[in-house]
Nanobody, 125 residues
Framework: QVLLVESGGGLVQAGGSLRLSCGASGRTFSDYAVGWFRQAPGKEREFVAA????????AYTDSVKGRITISRDNAKNTVYLQMNSLKPEDTAVYYC??????????????????WGQGTQVTVSS
């Protein structure tokens, strides 16, 4: 069992930055890929980015490339989502999730085994 906890969400003006964190307890991320998804009101959950813990390969959805960076800290067993140049359309609840699926990248929610509770990101115009 892996318990995921997100933090770092909040309200920011367009063009601003936020860094989300995803910590794990119960076991380490070493056997997982970790992804970030977001869900806006009335919309489906959308893949944002993912990272393979071993090796550090990353993947991003096109709409965030160049603005959002996923990274990991082995010692802290934590994954980060650094979000820059935020836009109002980035407003959503952001979720981190852990996947043991060996397909890459795991862009669909069904490929993930564990989910955090989500953190709200609101970008004002």
């Amino acid at each position: 069992q892996v318990l995921l906890v997100e933090s770092g969400g909040g309200l920011v003006q367009a063009g601003g930055s936020l860094r989300l964190s995803c910590g794990a307890s119960g076991r380490t991320f070493s056997d997982y890929a970790v992804g970030w998804f977001r869900q806006a009101p009335g919309k489906e959950r959308e893949f944002v980015a993912a990272i393979i813990w071993k090796g550090g390969s990353t993947a991003y959805t096109d709409s965030v490339k160049g603005r959002i960076t996923i990274s990991r800290d082995n010692a802290k067993n934590t994954v980060y989502l650094q979000m820059n140049s935020l836009k109002p359309e980035d407003t959503a609840v952001y979720y981190c999730a852990a996947s043991r699926d060996y397909t890459w990248p795991p862009v669909t929610p069904v490929k993930y085994d564990y989910w955090g509770q989500g953190t709200q990101v609101t970008v004002s115009s």
